[in-house]
């Protein structure tokens, strides 16, 4: 295997039963608050709209993993900003491992934490990445094995 590409989305059902609650509960509230008042202010039809607007739009969010011959890279879309890029010369390390994402990173998405950084979207395994600067990245993967296969093609651990 030359190239490792892998999509993950937020589809957790339990995450799915929460935005279907709120969803409701931000309707309902603003159903109300017609009811009672005829007209609903700017501020609360503006930030109900926010609310449902991320209830639906998280959604639509995926992450992308591409491990090639020239480094890994992983991103959020449809968000340019999150693009990161580790070149394998730019390694000290880099492994699967089995993570912990509540206690290590406080949960899922874009974690961040001093020197320690995330992007994960589910799960409890992923992609462990030391830099040459001390810094460490780790990137959530549903497919250990074949992440693995690619990483020891293209790169030797310093520690193994």
């Known amino acids: 295997m ?4 892998e999509e993950q989305r937020f589809n957790q059902w339990w995450l799915i039963v929460i935005c279907i609650l709120a969803g409701i509960g ?3 509230n603003l159903a109300r608050l017609l009811d009672l008042s005829g007209e609903i202010s700017t501020g609360k039809l503006l930030g109900s709209s926010l609310g449902l607007i991320v209830c639906v739009g998280i959604f639509f969010v995926k992450m ?17 900003f ?9 390694l ?3 492994h699967t491992r089995k993570y912990r994402p509540i206690s290590e990173f ?29 810094k460490f990245f780790l990137i959530g993967t549903q497919q250990t094995y074949n992440a693995d296969r690619v990483i020891n093609r293209y790169f030797k651990n310093s520690e193994e």
């Open 2 to 5: 030359r190239v490792f590409k």
């Open 26 to 28: 931000i309707l309902l």
């Open 64 to 80: 992308h993993t591409k491990i090639d011959k020239s480094g890994i890279k992983v991103w959020f879309s449809p968000f340019g």
């Open 82 to 90: 999150t693009k990161k890029y580790y070149h394998w010369e730019d």
């Open 92 to 94: 000290e390390n880099a």
């Open 106 to 134: 406080g949960g899922w998405g874009i974690r961040v934490f001093r020197k320690h950084k995330a992007y994960n979207i589910k799960g409890d395994k992923g992609i462990q990445l030391k830099t040459k600067k001390g």
